[in-house]
Structure formats: C-alpha cells, structure tokens
T-cell receptor
Framework: SQQGEEDPQALSIQEGENATMNCSYK?????LQWYRQNSGRGLVHLIL?????REKHSGRLRVTLDTSKKSSSLLITASRAADTASYFC??????????FGKGTRLSVIA | EPEVTQTPSHQVTQMGQEVILRCVPI?????FYWYRQILGQKVEFLVS????????KSEIFDDQFSVERPDGSNFTLKIRSTKLEDSAMYFC???????????FGSGTRLTVV
C-alpha cells in the first residue's frame, strides 16, 4: 500500500508557534499533497510537491520531501487560531488516485 | 474557479433504501472521484471516473455502488441498498490528472438508521 501515515496524530500549540507535521509512505510516488479539513467540512488542497522536488513554499506553509526516506513534512509558521484543523498528506503513484493518510489534528490555542 | 457543490449536505435514510448523492463539478476537468470518510477515520478512495467511464475502483466500491455522469455537469453516486456501515461523509472531487491537486466538495453526510 502507498498509504501515507502522519505523525503526530494530534498536536496542540500556542498561537505564534510553528507547527510541524510529518508523513511517511511506502511506495514510489509521482507527487505528495497536503490537504486541510476543518471539522465536518470538505478537504482543501494546500500544496503539491512532485517527486523530483525537495522543498516547496506557499505563504506560511513549507513542505519538504525526502524520497529516499519516503517522508514529507509540513511546517506552518507563525500559527494562528484559524489554522486549527486536521491536516492530511496524500500520495499519488503512477496511474493511481490520491491515497490519504490518517491525518494530524492541529489545535492552535489563542 | 467554481467550487464543487454537493447535495444534499446531510441525508438520513433507512437501512435497505437507495440513496443518490449528487455532485456538480461545473468544469471541463476530465477526472472525477468519490471518496468517503467514516467518522473519525481516514479518507478512503471509492471510485475514479475518467472520460465518462469508471477508470478505477476500490474494494469498497462493490455491486451496491454505481456512478453516473448523466449530463455534462452532474456526477452522481448511487448506493442501491444502504447498510448501517455506509454511514459516512461522502466527498466528490475533480482533478486534472496526476500532477494536480484535487478540488473537493464540502461533502454529504449520510446517516443510515
């Protein structure tokens, strides 16, 4: 299975701190994506990193990818209470649809 | 870009009844997907739809499930005879292929009683 697995399962930080979430997967991939889900809502695409990329930035988000270790990290800098949500990594392998991990629940305390 | 709209937002149905979940991708995207998320669990792939045909389906997507794109914009998931374990959030998504992110709808919460 190519499933991504995030850790930690839950993370609680103070507003202004940085939040780091990690994801590991098992098979070769085309790309890895991070999604955010507010409670009871849909999934919002945050960022996509291709297998030949090592780092990508988008606003306060920084994603790294280490294909040798089959792992990725999502860093949210200067977190805000509005960043409270579940964050999922998802992988795309050749000719397969998106496969999600179990997610990390992030709580940012004001 | 227009969002993916799913209807209804919440549906309660009796076990054994048929349900149809609707999605309006409103786009020229080629790929459409259905995923589900049982409460507190991971998001699971059900089926992908490309060029008006099923391109891939998971083990979950058994004979009780079917998908259709009856016209140019609507995309439906039908569950013929619902079971209690079908209770979940069902998400529709659209994509452009392997190197693009998916755009998800806000989901339909299905409760089977």
């Amino acid at each position: 299975s190519q499933q991504g697995e995030e850790d930690p399962q839950a993370l609680s930080i103070q507003e202004g701190e940085n939040a780091t979430m990690n994801c590991s997967y098992k098979t070769s991939i085309n790309n890895l994506q991070w999604y955010r889900q507010n409670s009871g809502r849909g999934l919002v695409h945050l960022i996509l990193i291709r297998s030949n990329e090592r780092e990508k930035h988008s606003g306060r988000l920084r994603v790294t990818l280490d294909t040798s270790k089959k792992s990725s990290s999502l860093l949210i800098t200067a977190s805000r209470a509005a960043d409270t949500a579940s964050y999922f990594c998802a992988t795309v392998a050749r000719n397969t649809p998106l496969v999600f991990g179990k997610g990390t629940r992030l709580s940012v305390i004001a | 870009e227009p969002e993916v709209t799913q209807t209804p937002s919440h549906q309660v149905t009796q076990m054994g009844q048929e349900v149809i979940l609707r999605c309006v991708p409103i786009s020229n995207h080629l790929y459409f997907y259905w995923y589900r998320q049982i409460l507190g669990q991971k998001v699971e792939f059900l089926v992908s739809f490309y060029n008006n045909e099923i391109s891939e389906k998971s083990e979950i997507f058994d004979d009780q499930f079917s998908v259709e794109r009856p016209d140019g914009s609507n995309f439906t998931l039908k569950i013929r005879s619902t079971k209690l374990e079908d209770s979940a959030m069902y998400f529709c998504a659209r994509g452009q292929g392997a190197f693009d992110g998916y755009t998800f709808g806000s989901g339909t919460r299905l409760t089977v009683v």
